[in-house]
């Protein structure tokens, strides 16, 4: 019987690196991980060191060759990578070398800037041409920044031996020994870089940050030929045949193929993202046009987006810095120990608000707390603001596509938690699906890069999937409660951006 051909998805998160292999069916086959360490060097800012990216994602890929056997490595015959987006990495051509920290996507230490980009009234041209804000969140005032404060990227930059990527950028450079110094559009198009219906680089805009257009990475389709991963690395060989950023990766991953049909994963952050088809849908009230993915010629998905910089990190703080709990699973029997909040409200916004506020200056707040509070009712409420931020993001979103969604689709390592996602039926009154591998990002890629290599034919063949084994959670609030729900929540957002005029 011929071998089964499997499928590597190299997925680069930000607190740590994953390899994964599938079969074309995207039913996972193996994997491994490797953590990665993030630095908070002042308030607001956080950043890593690009050589512990690469090096997190090696290990996660040799742990992962250790692991499978021998045949299942030779029927290894595509790989794609997916990774946070927008965090900014700058390195000297000739030799690799990191010209200073990666800005994470996170990071607000560009506020000021931004602000004084927007006061020389720059955000609308830009707003138009990328379908983004003009926030710290994107890679563009990153860029400036470090050319700016960095003393070997300015180096690099006068000795025109400067080189630009996001993550999947610097991943296929090392992968491929520096042969290829690319960027697929799904990353691109959340530089702040990147004209979303002409699908190139904006030379005005690189002017603004003062980035010569050599330093920038070739601009590709999402799915190609790609390079192979070089020899002396952990599938050498393997040709590398599609890029995605992680939320769109996530996005196909949950096989999100209609107008309309919608996912938010819950990782580091909290992503909503809506497949608006050939249609680039422009919103008024902060939700981001975005590339979703292309086809081998470049021809694009669009995509609605609301991001959250904050979900995961919740539950993070809950256990290293309150120590509240031991283990992030803990939350959830925590949670479960009170029938309710008790009216504690908990505001996530630790890093600042993304949307719709686009707010890097708000702070998180606790409230609502009484002597009869509990660690209890502060894991729910906890695990509740991660839902009702959500709540925000599809109640905006049904208003931009001007349709309801039918059902939210979830993934993510905070999806695993039952409160939560009951907390997110109730709040926004539609069915939340769960599927039984939470690994969507891994597998969006993965299947991207099975089109691209011919070992899948069509994706839509694999949607009736995807409901196989999937948990589904039905909302048991009842309108008026959930709409005061959502006020005391608004009100309590308020608040929040709020904080930094007391």
């Keep these: 019987m011929a071998k089964q051909p499997l499928l590597l998805a190299l997925d ?166 520096g042969k290829r110094h690319c960027s697929d559009m799904s990353n691109a198009s959340r530089t702040l870089l990147m ?39 952990p599938f050498s060989d393997v040709a590398i045949n599609a890029l995605l950023g992680d939320q769109q990766a996530a996005t196909l991953g949950q096989l999100c193929l209609e107008k309309g049909e919608a996912k938010c994963t819950y990782g580091t952050g909290a992503f909503l993202v809506v497949n608006t088809k050939q249609e680039i849908c422009r919103s008024n009230s902060g939700l981001l046009s975005t590339l979703a993915w292309t086809d081998e010629e470049g021809n694009p998905t669009y995509c609605l987006e609301g991001s959250l910089f904050n979900a995961g990190t919740v539950v993070q703080w809950l256990r290293d810095g309150l120590k509240i709990i031991h283990q992030a699973d803990q939350i959830n029997s925590l949670a479960e120990k009170v029938k309710d909040s008790a009216g504690v409200m908990l505001v996530p916004a630790f890093t600042g608000w993304g949307t719709p506020y686009w707010d890097p200056n708000a702070r998180g707040i606790l409230i609502g707390l009484t002597r009869d509070t509990k660690q209890g009712h502060i894991a729910r409420a906890a695990l509740e603001g991660i839902a009702l931020s959500v709540a925000s993001l ?61 070992v899948i034919t069509d994706l839509k063949a694999l949607v009736p999937q995807r409901q196989k084994k999937a948990e589904l959670f039905l909302p048991n609030l009842d309108s008026a409660s959930r709409q005061s729900w959502l006020s005391r929540w608004d009100a309590a957002v308020k608040r929040s951006l709020q904080w930094h005029d007391q």
């Design 394 to 454: 599809i109640k905006l979103a049904e208003e931009a596509l001007n349709q309801p969604l039918a059902e939210l689709a979830v993934d993510g390592g905070a999806a695993a938690s039952n409160p939560l996602l009951q907390a997110q039926a109730d709040s926004t009154g539609i069915k939340v699906r769960r599927p039984s591998n939470l690994e969507s990002t891994a597998k969006g890629v993965a299947l991207l890069a099975g089109i691209q290599s011919g």
């Design 12 to 177: 680069q998160g930000t607190s740590s690196s994953r390899a994964a292999l599938f079969n074309p069916l995207g039913e996972l086959v193996a994997s491994a991980s490797a953590p990665l360490a993030i630095e908070y060097p002042a308030d607001g800012w956080v950043q890593q060191d690009p050589n512990a990216i690469w090096e997190s994602q090696t290990q996660a890929m040799f742990k992962l060759e250790q692991k499978i056997s021998k045949e299942q490595r030779n029927s290894v015959i595509s790989c794609g990578i997916t990774n946070q987006r927008e965090t900014t990495v700058l390195w000297e051509r000739s030799t690799g070398k990191p010209c200073g920290p990666a800005i994470v996507w996170q990071d607000g230490r560009t506020a000021n800037l931004c602000s004084q980009w927007k006061l020389q009234g720059l955000e609308t041209e830009w707003r138009q041409r990328t379908g983004l804000m003009l926030d710290p969140y994107f890679s563009a005032s990153k860029i400036h920044w470090l050319l700016q404060n960095a003393d070997a990227a300015s180096n690099a930059l006068v000795h025109k031996d400067l080189c630009f990527g996001t993550v999947e950028s610097w991943l296929l450079w090392n992968l491929t020994g």
């Design 195 to 233: 004209d979303l219906e002409k699908l190139e680089w904006v030379e005005k805009f690189c002017d603004t940050i003062e980035l010569p257009l050599r330093a920038l990475p070739e601009l590709v389709p999402c799915r190609g030929d790609f390079g192979k991963i070089d020899q002396g690395l």
